[in-house]
């Protein structure tokens, strides 16, 4: 199997690594070239332009920031429909906007004969590092059957979630959670260290309780430190997630308060100049409204 992978950024990089360690033949392109460098550097063929890598591929992977970055890549010129064929798969880890995947996904389909998968991914860069991630997939029952042998190199489940753009709802909904649950996380640690506490102890306190998350053991000793140069996910990415559950949300008419005010709250720090930064600097946003701190 030959394989084409799109995006070389925090979660594409290692994915790419460990299809190259697993022995797989990989063909990478980026918008940005530099960044292609470490997986070149480990095996990695560069193309060119995307038509080039299609060319070549049998399974396309594409993992980049939201939905109008995925239609360019499909759509646009040198994209995957100068040069698909019937019989590839296009698999999108990216999360974007569930509509506009099953209406790319029609219209690449009619195009050029292509399937298209939507499997966004969680579990974070230390996830694609160790081939932990959980993967959501919409599509084609058989397809995904098919792509499960590489797909497992890349993550520890795959979960046939129905039809096209039904991996994205699943994605989103794990979001609303994540997102959650990090900002209260943040009012926690906030909290906790103006009544007194010992705030790098909470995660070791909590391991193993109800309370206890993956986030909780990632990143809060990040929140209890200030220790935010080693960024592993961002602000922005979590915003946008939360836009996508607002949007569809409100065109189901179902009530989400929570995420609505998880999404207010992520873009008034984001706006104070963390949305390129790793989620555990929300703690500065609780640390201002408790006592006036301002870190912009």
């Known amino acids: 199997m030959k394989i084409g992978f799109v995006g070389l950024g925090l979660m594409g990089t290692p994915m790419v690594l460990r299809l190259l360690q697993a022995g797989y033949s990989v063909r990478v392109w980026n918008r940005t070239p530099e960044k292609m460098a470490t997986v070149v550097a480990a095996g990695a063929q560069q193309a060119t332009s995307v038509a080039e890598l299609t060319q070549q591929c049998d399974v396309l992977m594409v993992c980049v920031t939201n939905t109008s970055a995925v239609r360019d890549i499909v759509f646009g010129p040198q994209g995957v429909t100068a040069t ?9 880890f990216s999360s974007i906007a569930p509509q506009a995947t099953r209406e790319m996904a029609t219209e690449l389909s009619s195009c050029c004969g292509i399937n298209w998968v939507d499997a966004p991914v969680s579990g ?34 795959l979960t046939h ?34 009544a007194g506490v010992q705030t790098s102890l909470l995660p070791q306190a909590l391991q193993g309780g109800f309370a206890d998350t993956t986030p909780l053991q990632l990143t809060g000793p990040k929140m209890a430190v ?51 930064q790793d989620p555990a600097t929300l703690i500065h946003l609780y640390m201002e409204i408790l006592s006036g701190e301002d870190k912009r």
């Open 161 to 194: 979630m129905g039809a096209t753009g039904t991996g994205q709802v699943a994605k989103i909904c794990n979001q609303m959670l994540v997102s959650c649950n990090v900002l209260v996380m943040a009012e926690v640690f906030a909290l906790a260290e103006q």
């Open 226 to 276: 200030r220790d935010f140069d080693n960024i592993k996910w961002r602000v922005n990415t979590l915003l946008k997630d939360m836009n996508m559950a607002s949007d569809l949300a409100q065109s189901l008419g179902s009530a989400v308060p929570m995420a609505g005010l998880g999404v207010e709250l992520l873009r008034q720090h984001a706006g104070r100049g963390f949305g390129e």
């Open 124 to 157: 974070g860069v230390v996830g694609a590092e160790q081939g932990t991630l959980a993967m959501m997939a919409g599509g084609d029952g058989a397809v995904i059957d098919q792509l499960r042998p590489v797909l497992a190199v890349l993550s520890r489940q």
């Open 84 to 92: 698909g064929r019937q019989g590839q798969v296009l698999v999108d």
